[in-house]
Structures are given as C-alpha cells and as structure tokens.
C-alpha cells in the first residue's frame, strides 16, 4: 500500500465503480459475548476474502473494520457475485458453532461515479452502498437500480424489485432490489412442433471488445444488432432477441453454457479491435451441442461505416454464417442505428428507465427520447419507443386524458412509418397503439401481421399478437403467441413485461394457476406495473383464491388509488367482449370499487 509523504498528497481520481459493504448483524453483542473468539473468526473471514473471492473478480479491499468490509469493483457483476461469496463462506464457517454465536452479514451494493485513490474511496456513491445495508435482513443483498441494471435474471441472480425505499440522510427515494445467487429458470411451456419450432436457432453474442479506443466500447452491441436484423429477414431461422444475447456480453462462455440458456442450436460470437477508423473483426460459428467451430473468418471494415450502416462486413459475416447454418445467403435488414454510439447508449438507457415504471424515471425517459428524437428524425426506432411511452402512460393510470395520449401515439407511429413503412417495431408499437388506445382492433391485427412478415422472429410483434388473441377471449391463440415470445426473449431485461402479458393470455385460456405463477414472476421483477397486479387478482378471483385477490387489489390500488371497474371498463381493450365483462367482475369482487 503507498503511503503519501508529508509533502506529497494521494492523487485524487474520479471513477465509475461498484462499491459493496459487508456489515456484521449484532456486532456489539457478539464481541461482548466472546471478543476473542468474534475477532478470530471475523479474521478468517476475511483472509478467505482476501485469497479466494477478490483475486477472481477484479476487486479491491478498500476498508477491514472488526465488523465490516468496504469492497470496490469494476463492475455491479463481480460485486454481486462477490456479496453472494462471502454470505457463503461465512455460512461455512458457522458450521457446528450455536446459533447465537453464529456470524450474520448483510451487505448493500452500489454502482456510480466516485473519487478514489490508492488508499479510500470517496462520495455519494459510496455513502449509498452503505444506506442500502440498512434494507437488508440478515444474509440478505440490497442493490440499487443502478446495480441492478448490470444484472441479467437467472444468469446473475435471483432478483426482486422492493420498490422505492427512504434512505437515511438521503433525499429522494431510491429503487432498491434484493439479490440471492441465481437459480430461478424460465417459465416456458414446451409447445407443439411448428414449423418456427422447427427451424434452427441461432444466438449472436455481442462481440468482445479487445484493445478497442475508449469511445468504442459499445461497437460490439452495434455488430451484433446489425448482424441479428439482417439474419432476421430469413425465414428459415429462429433468431433470438438482441436483448437478450446482450447477458453473454465479455462473459467468453463455452457455446454449452449459452445454449443452454437461450435454448439455441449454433452460436456466433468473435471479438473486434479498433486502430483509428479501422476495424477488424474475428467471428466464428458453433455448433452449440458440441462446441464444434462450423465457420470462422477475420472480416475489416471501418467504424464509420459500420454504424452507418454502409460497411460490407456485416453482409460478409451474414452471408458466410447463413450458408454455413441454412445454405443460402441472407440479406441485410431495412433497419439502420442510430448514427452515433451516444445515441445508441441513450435509446437502451430510455428503454430501461421507461420500463421500470417509478414515475421519476418514467419523466425522464421521455426525455431521453426526445432529445433522440431530435437528434435522428429520420430514424424510426426513438419515434417507436416514444409512442409505447404513451400506451405505458394510460396503462399506469398516470394521465387524466388517455385521449391525448392516444393522439401524441399516433403522431410517433406515424413519423416511424413514413421514415420506414416496413419497419418492425414501428409496425408492432403501432399495433399496441391500436389494440390498447385507439380500440380498432382490426387494424391492431394488420400491424402485428405486417411486422412478422417483416420479421418473423420480432417477440414483441408475436407477444401483442397474443395478448390481442387474449383480449378477444381466444385463449389458445393468446397462449401460442405469448409462449413463442417467451421463447424467443429468454434473457430479455423487460422479461417483467414479456410475463406480465403471458399471463392475461393464460386468463383467456382460463388456466388460473399458470396465470397467478407468471404474474408472480413479473412482480418479482417490478412491483410497480399495475397490469401484472391486475392479471394476477382477476387470476386469483377465477381461482377461488379471494383472499389473496383482495391482499392483490389492496397493493393495486395504493399505486393506483383513482381506480374504478368503470374506469377499467372504459380504458381496456376487452371491454367489449365477454372477457372484459368476466375480469371486470372479479376485479369488483377483489375490492376495486364500482
């Protein structure tokens, strides 16, 4: 450790780090009770810290106090994998000792800009991670949204959302989640043989970045979104969702592991390394049975084009990975990205803050895609994202004019359009807008349909589709298109969403306890989306389980206490058929007032 001389103060340096605290639960009384013995096996929890946990992740030990630990990282990833470490080696070393000797931790994680040198670290960031021990029981982990946001479901971690929480001496609310070690896996139904079901599956991980400039650091997530829109447009193959891959991203996981998790048969991942405007790329094909390298090529083009959708290497890897896989080539998709890197940034952090559905974040989306809207108003994918905020908008009951609302939707669907009229997002969004706003559900149907001819692996086109089945009451349609988005967005980060609208489709199809478990799943993930609470009462009414719809429709109606059945009847897309009439009905019977 350097030790600064008097005259020479510690360089001061301001970084973006994940911060993890460590605090020992009852510390006065366990040192009181036997001091020796606490101190002795405290030490030996951190000497395994320090030997077996840090070394692996990339982290520092900051602070070793006799009941706490202050732990610094690159990234929110190794910090919680760390948190989830140490919980189990202080579970191992409380073996065979009574239970009110035995050592508890709690620990809080944050992930921010901060100041640092080679003795502390310094800020707000680091005062978080501290507040965030004070939500969590013992052996439990608290994180913020921020860490959060670094985490891929099933992947990283067990995840539930606890809402906005009040920290001591910290101003406004702060989204907090709970963590346990990953374990939880996807609640997919195995369907029957389609011809989708039947064709091959591929999986494009996002490329790794090796000696790449600072400011290309996202270059891989841009490849591998542009080699998945060209792969798309074949019909002969299953593509997952960009979303999705994106988990695997600097992960360099054997094809197996991948496989494993995204249900595909090959896998295209590489590296690229940058020199200026100059890019080279290194991709291979692998067949995820067995690891098998099927196809692998080193590719140049230049950065400028490559986010400009002009360079020809995306056409060289999607040309030579599709003859490998289906013996044909593919061509290059309509769709283009946004024209620089810190636009492409701004539309996933929209994307995310939109999602989350706390109203602070919900405001301040919109203003991301604005400002994206300016920036590219011949681009239609922000003018898309803009319209289903507004859908959001009405679904949380956060306007007091859903026909305005309706009417701003339509302005950006139809400024997506006129950029690309095939566009398959801006199809599908326009759909929503229909189905959920504008109640013309023939047109709805026309969208969703011109969005699969598009692209036949758009989940979120197949996902509405469902969920327009489901509102008409024709349940097994509404679960067949549900299921296949479920299935082609395993790991996607609005997986909350994906749950929440599989399960008013198992409403439709009246499979009650599939619909309670799926919106379970959803709620674990946002607590705040009333949609999902809604399913959920209406699933536990049908059930006989009216207790629990009433404990539901309680927490329902305190995030959205202007509620009524009138207002639900009048704002749902299935009021008009006897669906709408049976869910209105048991939402009275739950609680929500006529």
């Not at 982290?59 to 106090?65: A, F, N, P, Q, Y």
């Not at 590296?271 to 067949?287: F, K, N, P």
């Not at 009451?473 to 299935?487: D, H, K, N, S």
Request: with cysteine; proline share 5%; net charge neutral.
């Amino acid at each position: 450790m350097r030790v600064a001389t008097p005259d020479q103060e510690p360089r001061l340096a301001r970084a973006v780090r994940a911060v993890l605290v460590i605090d020992l639960v009852e510390s006065v009384r366990l040192y009181e009770a036997d001091q020796e013995d606490t101190a002795r096996r405290w030490r030996r929890l951190v000497d395994r810290v320090e030997r077996d946990v840090l070394p692996s992740r990339g982290g520092r030990l900051v602070k070793s106090l006799g009941d706490g630990l202050m732990l610094e990282f690159a990234h929110a990833q190794p910090a919680v994998s760390a948190a989830f470490a140490i919980q189990h080696a202080c579970g191992g070393l409380n073996e065979g000792v009574p239970p009110e000797r035995r050592m508890l931790l709690r620990a809080g994680v944050h992930a921010g800009e901060l100041i640092a040198d080679d003795l502390d670290v310094y800020g707000h960031s680091v005062n978080l991670a501290a507040r965030l021990t004070t939500l969590a029981g013992p052996g439990e982990i608290v994180v913020s949204a921020e860490v959060r946001d670094g985490l891929t479901p099933i992947l990283d971690a067990d995840i539930e959302d606890l809402g906005e929480c009040y920290l001591k001496h910290v101003q406004q609310p702060v989204r907090a989640y709970r963590v346990g070690p990953p374990g939880e896996q996807p609640i997919i139904e195995p369907g029957g043989a389609t011809a989708a079901e039947l064709r091959p599956t591929i999986a494009v991980v996002p490329l790794t970045a090796r000696s790449v400039e600072p400011e290309h650091r996202l270059l891989g997530e841009v490849l591998a979104d542009e080699i998945i829109s060209a792969l798309s447009r074949a019909a002969e193959l299953n593509v997952i969702s960009r979303l999705s891959t994106t988990a695997f991203r600097d992960r360099e996981a054997p094809p197996a592991e991948v496989a494993a998790h995204l249900g595909a048969n090959y896998i295209l991942s590489g590296s690229y390394r940058t020199a200026g405007d100059q890019c080279v790329v290194v991709a291979e094909l692998a067949d995820a049975a067995n690891g098998r390298v099927l196809w692998g090529h080193s590719l140049k083009g230049s950065v400028r084009g490559i986010v400009a959708g002009e360079d020809r290497l995306i056409d060289q890897i999607v040309s030579q990975c599709g003859t490998a896989v289906v013996a044909r080539e593919v061509s290059r998709a309509l769709s283009l990205p946004l024209p620089t890197l810190e636009s492409y940034t701004l539309l996933i952090g929209a994307v995310t803050a939109m999602h989350r559905l706390s109203l602070r974040e919900f405001e301040r989306a919109r203003g991301m895609l604005e400002t994206l809207v300016d920036r590219a108003r011949r681009q239609p994918v922000p003018h898309a994202w803009l319209a289903k905020w507004h859908v959001l908008r009405v679904q949380q009951g956060w306007t007091d004019d859903p026909a305005r609302e309706a009417q701003r939707a339509l302005d950006c669907t139809r400024r997506a359009l006129d950029a690309d009229p095939e566009h398959p997002l801006a199809l599908t969004i326009d759909g929503m807008v229909h189905t959920h706003l504008v109640k013309r559900h023939d047109l709805a149907a026309e969208r969703y349909d011109q969005a699969l001819r598009a692209n036949p692996n758009e989940s979120l086109a197949w996902l509405l589709k469902g969920i327009l089945h489901a509102f008409r009451g024709e349940g097994r349609a509404a679960v067949q298109g549900t299921e296949r988005a479920l299935r082609l967005s395993p790991l996607d980060p609005l997986r909350y969403f994906y749950d929440s609208l599989a399960a008013t489709a198992a409403l439709s199809a009246e499979r009650w306890e599939r619909a309670i478990a799926l919106a379970q799943r959803s709620l674990r993930h946002n607590r705040t989306h009333t949609s999902t609470l809604r399913a959920m009462a209406i699933a536990q009414v049908r059930a006989g389980r009216l207790d629990d719809a009433r404990a539901t429709v309680a927490e329902l109606m305190r995030l959205e206490p202007s509620l009524t059945v009138t207002r639900y009847r009048e704002r749902n897309p299935s009021a008009g058929y006897e669906t709408g009439k049976l869910w209105a009905e048991a939402l009275r019977q739950a609680g929500v007032p006529e």
